[in-house]
């Protein structure tokens, strides 16, 4: 099915399009919303949250960009909606979380793959991940930020510099715990 006719049908409340854009969007929006989610279940309520939101507004997808792209905005916001709602992000995060290491970003990429980096984004404060996902990985700025999340605009930038800061920490850290259990492995394959 093209993408035209699926979302023909979509306009239409035809069932097998919503069904074939549901199965065509939801693993990667589903990783969208794990990035914000507490949880497994909480990242599959706000992708179901988000498809309804999704198939209720399909008349407001213009074709002026792509579609994933509208559909990957409407998952963002359901996914700050959804903390907002649950007084998820209001959680405080004591300054104490970021330590005094220089942050080199350019050493990140190359310390782990990609995955390891989602599981370790997904290991900050839910204060510092939705930041550091809103502005480094969504592309907003800290202005569109500060209205999304009802902060100050200096708050989302603090948060996002201690984000990176907590977060290159552990990133380095599994990096060395990594490479230590390389070594014990190594050793004990040598000397049995």
Known sequence: MTEEVMLNGCLHNDASSQQELYYRYSPKMLSVCYRYAKSREDAEDMLQEGFIKVFTQIRQFQNRGALEGWIRKIMVHTCINHLKKN????????????????????????????????????????????????????????????????????????QYTRAKTMLEDILIKKHILQRHKERVDWLAAVNP
Not at 122 to 133: E, K, S
């Open 87 to 158: 007084k998820k992000f209001s959680e405080s995060v004591d300054i104490i979380h970021a330590s005094g290491i220089q942050v080199r970003e350019e050493s990140i990429p190359s310390i782990v793959q990609a995955k390891q980096v989602v599981e370790c984004i997904r290991m900050l404060p839910i204060g510092y991940r939705t930041v550091l996902n809103l502005y480094a990985i969504e592309g907003y700025s800290h202005k569109e930020i500060s209205v999304m999340l009802d902060i100050e605009e200096s708050t989302s930038r603090s």
